[in-house]
């Protein structure tokens, strides 16, 4: 049997560690692999080095994972006869796998049953989703007595905290700053335990809201129907998805589902990544994927200059990655799996510049170009006239931290609406959210300190965004944010009888990686400079060499390491300690990893038919097709679905909506012309004997 | 400005959409007017997809089996894949009474020349392999019916009906028709104005409200059904099931395996559900569950993918109200479907075209007369 160590695993990561776990045998279309009991089977199948999970039964299309979140069917594969999405089906030992190639047959499994009424719920609020909004919202409204029902589709509370090992932005007090998300999504799961108001249904995905107000919910392998007073929608947000050639072989997916496989699952899903978006979410994707092992072999970002915070960027560039701006992925290349990527630059309409191709050798081309709120439960209770809210992502795209607070404000307004309280929402949180959401500032040019005495933080963020970390945990309140908000950059306050005492909790603190000590006290000419790290596996130690870079990704050469420390309240960011000439000192700001595989560029790139981008992954319909009917004076979404089929699929129009949408823009039909496809439930496909009350147990008893 | 036709009908669905076809053919210069956004986006698009000439009322079974004609050739006549799968009907019994009710509906089926058999029990068990033994009688079998998909089917034939000349009018509401001298205008609706000396009321669940404005108070009720459809699993069913036992809450459930192996569901409420209400309500997938698994339980496995909710423009007797009307020439009705619009659409088409051409058959002249208007609807369609 083989263990975990020789497969795709991350076994040492510098933020996570594995937690117990048991190995246990399977068979893939009959060779014997193995796996860890209870992780996801598209997990264990990856860390086995199996990435195609079947065939598309129209053009034989390879597929593997994709949303790695239920929420499609791609994953799909056959477990002891019965196809299940391996990305939701937890490994059990022994289980026969076997891809799906062609329609799956149904097991000849015909034993008759006894029906059980489906059980209706009545509860005072339900909440959808158990990410950052739901929690609050739940946390808020648990506090004022409401009784809770709160669901989630996952194992684990948290939604999709729990891919976030970066320490969050935003503000200590409110929404804890400086905290990475794995940890908040624990500070909050506490929390909510501890009402006994709130019902946790984990395991439980929602799967639709029908028009006698009645929510259907698979709690657990067993159906029911929950018949809320107020329905909160926290269900976050899904990936936008890009149309080009090669769009849907295995390993093109989302950042979300990078950071499921590698985060989460701790799956080392890729050995080279080429990243397409320069938001927040790419950057960091990028971040996560050299902390787990994972070369970046470029970012591409279609804009002049990347969306995301600049301490995001320049973390990523520090580390030596390129990152490509005005440029575009233009295909995928690959026979059963990503192979290359081409991408090229682009002009102000974003179309592709012929000859400035560049095609790359990569086994994983990530999209991060932006979410969409996952609204459809909202949109339908909505139409169904249920006193529904929407908080967070599935209201509004922004970060975590504000959809913490979009979470509390939506909890105050259901309270007030059952009249659990009389209290206003408080005028400050609605400030809160819009800050916490405001759109990084310009980037601007920051004076140095000029004096070459003492011992002082440096900072080198030059961008506004969120944030006050930093200044909250100086125990000497040396640090400021001019504003007194959260939005300015801070400063160092040079204040006459009160030193820095060089604790570096700002270093440490400092979500950006933006914040340097230096300390010119022993020697003024070659000060000590302590840079926070957190990309290293294992304990760093005094004497070694590391390559040192400066604010600009420059090159400052090998420098001995001083001093190591880690705080204990930041167990994971080391703060090395260097001494450099002060020419350097104040410039320097980050580590560079010993260089791994060659990025290996492919001169010959292929021929690219950009109609050949498939839209709907899950019917397999073209780019062409669309554009072809649109072309014809078609401007009814859903007839291009009578006609071909688009949006018929399991995901149930998930990807394909937005991207028919874009093909209707590009070929000039307003969007007041255009009719948006029909919605209807079920929006997760479930076994039918769920409706009918039999549950899996039940099945084994017979 | 006025725009004329020879023929304007009213609704782009599984009636109007073949009428249009059959008539352009003939060299009828037509338009269509729909509300809606594009073709069959009213109950065409719920319909599940069966095609069967098993009826009782002599008429219904002609023009039947003149649709499956039309249907079954067209993909040889026009290259389009409808997905069409003569794959039969099977009405499956488990007691006496059933099997008595359909052994005597075959003598009235015979009749009017259907090939339709009573089977044995066997035959149904390897008709439909994994259904439940138990009790299970026989039951009959016609192999000439089918199914097809009604969104590729409609599509087809409005795309072939194009191109013999008719307009397609969409996002168009009627809001009133004129009439001259016991002779029908003008119609007129949010955008123009239309003349033409036949207007054919194809308005499916709303045909009540279109007669209204020209003084024919139609009996046309619209109730509503459920539907549902499966993920793709390998195809083992061919033929299209009718239950007719009851269920609670349910009455006929009938289902088949679609040409990609999707399963698509549908059953009758008990008590029946008026009005043109077209959410989706919790009460279907409990109930569709337990119908199917209760008869194929091996599909308890099967997962469902989606559910929707359409109308059946119901009549008091179960058959269509197809013809003109006294004292007002140019009208003609072509409502009531009770639910079976797409499956007597095409063969409605022609009869229509043959009587606005004059043209009908002593033949097409009894099944107007069976379904005129004026009619006693007292006698009822028994697998309506």
Not at chain 1, 273 to 291: M, P, R
Not at chain 1, 496 to 515: K, N, R, S
Not at chain 2, 91 to 116: C, D, P, S, T, W
């Amino acid at each position: 049997m083989m263990g975990s160590e020789e497969q795709n695993r991350i076994n040492k990561h510098p933020i996570l560690s594995e937690e117990d776990f048991e190995i246990v045998p399977f068979s893939f279309n009959g060779k014997q692999v193995s796996g860890k009991k209870g992780e996801m089977l598209s997990s264990a199948l990856i860390a086995n080095g199996i990435q195609i999970f079947g065939h598309h039964p129209k053009d034989h299309a390879p597929q593997g994972i994709f949303c790695a979140n239920g929420q499609c069917a791609q994953c799909t594969v056959i477990v002891d006869g019965i196809a299940v999405k391996s990305c939701m089906t937890p490994l059990q030992a022994n289980v026969k796998v076997e891809s799906v190639e062609g329609y799956p047959a149904l097991p000849e499994d015909d034993e008759e049953v006894v029906f059980q009424e489906i059980e209706t719920v009545e509860t005072d609020v339900l909440i959808i989703g158990a990410g950052p909004a739901g929690l609050q919202a739940a946390l808020t409204l648990g506090k004022l007595g409401a009784k809770i029902i709160l669901v989630d589709d996952k194992d684990r509370l948290g939604g999709k905290l729990l891919l976030q090992t970066h320490k969050f932005f935003g503000s200590v007090t409110d929404s804890y700053a400086g905290t990475r998300g794995i940890e908040i999504a624990k500070i909050l799961e506490k929390e909510v335990q501890l009402y006994p108001n709130i019902d946790i249904w984990l395991n439980s995905p929602c799967i639709g809201v029908f028009s006698d107000q009645l929510v259907g919910i698979l709690k657990e392998e067993i159906y029911l129907h929950v018949k809320p007073k107020k329905l909160l929608v926290a269900t976050g947000a899904r990936e936008k998805m890009l149309a080009f050639p090669g769009n849907t072989l295995p390993g093109v997916y989302g950042a979300g589902a990078f950071q499921t496989l590698v985060n989460r699952d701790l799956v080392k899903s890729s050995e080279q990544i080429f990243i397409i978006g320069g938001g927040n979410v790419g950057i960091i994707a990028g971040y996560h994927a050299i902390q787990a092992g994972i070369e970046v072999v470029g970012l591409v970002e279609a804009l002049p200059k990347c969306g995301g915070y600049k301490v995001h960027e320049d973390k990523l560039r520090r580390l030596g990655v390129p990152i490509y701006t005005r440029h575009t992925v233009v295909a995928v290349h690959g026979k059963d799996h990503v192979e290359s990527t081409t991408i090229s630059e682009i002009d102000e309409k974003f179309q592709p510049i012929k000859g400035t191709e560049r095609t790359f050798e990569v086994d994983t081309v990530l999209i991060a170009i932006g979410l969409d709120p996952v609204n459809e439960f909202y949109h339908k209770a909505k139409e169904f006239c249920m006193d529904v809210w929407a908080a967070g992502d599935a209201y509004e795209i922004a970060e975590a931290s504000s959809a913490m607070f979009s979470g509390k404000i939506a909890g105050m307004k259901i309270a007030r609406s059952l009249g659990l309280t009389e209290a206003e929402v408080p005028k400050e949180w609605e400030l809160k959210v819009e800050v916490l959401k405001s759109h990084p500032g310009p980037v601007v040019q920051r004076e140095k300190p000029i004096k070459e005495e003492g011992i002082y933080p440096v900072f080198h963020c030059n961008q506004e965004i969120p944030c006050d970390p930093c200044a909250s945990v100086c125990p000497k309140e040396l640090i400021a944010i001019p504003d007194g908000g959260i939005l300015g950059l801070p400063e160092f306050q040079n204040q006459e009888e009160i030193d820095c005492i060089g604790c570096a909790q700002c270093v440490a603190v400092c979500p950006g990686l933006a914040v340097t000590l230096v300390d010119y006290r022993d020697d003024s000419n070659n000060p000590l400079v302590t840079i926070p790290t957190e990309i290293f596996i294992g304990k760093i130690e005094k004497g070694e060499e590391l390559l040192v870079v400066g604010e600009d990704s420059e090159d400052l050469g090998k420098h001995t390491v001083e001093k190591v420390r880690i705080l204990k309240k930041y167990p994971n960011t080391q703060l090395i300690t260097v001494r450099l000439p002060k020419e350097e000192a104040l410039e320097a700001t980050s580590f560079r990893l010993p260089k791994g595989k060659d990025i290996k560029e492919i001169q010959k790139y292929q021929d690219i038919i950009p109609d050949t981008a498939i839209i709907c992954r899950c019917e397999r319909i073209t780019a062409g097709e669309i554009r072809t009917l649109i072309k014809q004076g078609i401007t009814d979404a859903n007839e291009l679905k009578a006609i071909t089929k688009i949006g018929m699929g399991a995901c149930g129009a998930k990807t394909c909506t937005k991207l028919i949408e874009k093909l209707f823009r590009e070929e000039q039909i307003p969007y007041e012309e255009m009719t948006p496809f029909v919605q209807r439930p079920l929006f997760v496909e479930i076994p039918l004997r769920h409706f009918a009350g039999l549950s899996k147990e039940e099945k084994q008893d017979d | 400005m006025t725009k004329k036709y020879d023929v304007v009908i009213i609704g782009a669905g599984s009636v109007g959409v073949p009428a249009a076809y059959a008539m352009s053919r003939e060299g009828l210069k037509v338009a269509v007017i729909d509300e809606l956004p594009s073709t069959g986006q009213g109950q065409n698009k719920k319909a599940i997809g069966g095609i069967r000439a098993t009826h009782t009322n002599p008429s219904k079974i002609l023009l039947c089996q003149e649709s499956i004609n039309i249907v079954a050739s067209w993909e040889k006549k026009y290259g389009t894949d409808i997905e069409w799968h003569q794959g039969g009907y099977t009405f499956v019994a488990y007691n006496e009474a059933h099997e008595r009710l359909m052994k005597e509906n075959l003598v009235i089926q015979k009749e009017a020349g259907l090939n339709i058999n009573w089977v044995a029990r066997d035959k149904i068990i390897e008709l439909v392999p994994g259904i439940s033994q138990e009790g299970l009688r026989g039951g009959t079998y016609s192999p000439e019916d089918g199914n097809s998909s009604p969104l590729k089917t409609l599509h087809a034939i409005q795309k072939q009906s194009v191109i013999q000349g008719t307009d397609y009018f969409f996002k168009e509401s009627v809001v009133d028709i004129q009439t001259e001298n016991n002779h029908v205008k003008k119609l007129m609706t949010n955008k123009g104005v239309y003349e033409a000396d036949y207007i054919i009321n194809a308005a499916g669940a709303y045909a009540k409200e279109i007669g209204e404005m020209v003084g024919v108070n139609l009996p046309v009720f619209p109730d509503s059904h459920e539907s549902g459809i499966s993920e793709p699993v390998k195809k083992f069913i061919d033929p299209l099931v009718v239950d007719l036992r009851p269920g609670k809450g349910t009455k006929n459930f009938y289902f088949y395996q679609n040409e990609e192996g999707k399963f698509i569901l549908c059953l009758t409420p008990e008590p029946l559900i008026p009005g043109t209400n077209e959410n989706e309500t919790s009460v279907f997938l409990p109930q569709v569950a337990q119908r199917l698994i209760n008869l194929i339980p091996r599909t308890k496995h099967l997962k469902m993918r989606r559910t929707w909710r359409g109308l059946y423009p119901m009549t008091p007797d179960g058959s269509p109200i197809v013809g003109k009307v006294h004292n007002l020439e140019g009208y003609i009705n072509a409502v009531g479907m009770c639910g079976q619009g797409y499956m007597l659409g095409p063969g409605l088409g022609e009869l229509l075209a043959r009587l606005i051409l004059e043209k009908t058959s002593p033949h097409d002249e009894r099944m107007l007369e069976e379904l005129s208007f004026y009619r006693d609807f007292g006698k009822v369609e028994k697998l309506k």
